[in-house]
């Protein structure tokens, strides 16, 4: 696999299930990113990690938990979502120095769908 | 916090029509600039970017420089084809808060 890889590509849940989306980078990179895109909003930035510490929230609710275990892999744990949290997940990663964070690479998405 | 203003379409031109699409943006201080593309069904794909100003960056035969003083990134291309149809986004940042993306710009290239 190269580039950024999300699973699973589609997802359909209900307001009460518990899931998680995964992305994994084989950029050799050491920042992730988690994006929403909905199509009522412009793309809204939700999570930011780097060095797998996680440096901006976004005040995105609580119902959605990020994880980063390692430089290569990131999470998004759902739970007890609201109809309006259906859109396109998009996680992104990048090299961070000193400099910034430099361009993002992103994955394809997770089209998620609460019902 | 970036902020980033660009049309939002839908744009439709003729192929081998010539393509502007404005993009102004504010920031602090001076971001790197970028243009991210999205074909239908997929994530986004990093088209080309300026880490500063006057720079011009170039891909795929579509160019945008880096306009410090009027704080913009307009991305041309001299004749579209069909297979550009998609949805274009501009995107200052590269700094530790991430990019800002613009609501973006759906292109419509016809036959």
């Known amino acids: 696999e190269t580039g950024v890889t999300q699973t699973p590509r589609h997802l359909v849940m209900g307001m009460t299930n518990k899931k998680s989306l995964k992305c994994e980078q084989h950029l050799g990179h050491n920042a992730m990113y988690w994006y929403k895109q909905s199509a009522k909003k412009p793309l809204e930035l939700m999570f930011v990690?780097?060095?797998?510490?996680?440096?901006e929230n976004n005040s995105v609710p609580s119902r959605f938990s990020p994880e980063c275990p390692n430089s290569s892999h990131l999470f998004l744990h759902l739970h007890t979502l609201q109809p309006e949290d259906s859109a396109l997940y998009l996680c992104?990663?990048?090299?961070?120095?000193?400099?910034?964070?430099?361009?993002?690479?992103f994955g394809p998405g997770t089209r998620l769908t609460v019902l | 916090g970036d902020s980033v203003t660009q049309m939002e379409g839908p744009v439709t031109l003729s192929e081998e029509a010539f393509l502007t699409i404005n993009c102004t943006y504010t920031?602090?201080?001076?971001?790197?600039l970028f243009w991210y593309v999205q074909y239908p069904g997929e994530g986004l794909q990093l088209l080309l970017k300026a880490t500063k100003a006057d720079d011009k960056g170039s891909n795929k035969g579509f160019e945008a420089t880096y306009r410090k003083e009027t704080t913009s990134f307009h991305l041309e291309k001299g004749s579209v084809q069909v297979s550009d149809s998609a949805v274009y986004f501009c995107?200052?940042?590269?700094?530790?808060?991430?990019?800002?993306f613009g609501k973006g710009t759906h292109l419509i290239i016809q036959p």
């Open positions: 995107a200052p940042g590269g700094g530790a808060d991430g990019l800002t």
């Open positions: 990690y780097s060095l797998e510490e996680r440096v």
């Open positions: 992104a990663s990048s090299l961070f120095s000193e400099r910034g964070g430099g361009e993002q690479f």
């Open positions: 920031a602090t201080g001076y971001p790197s």
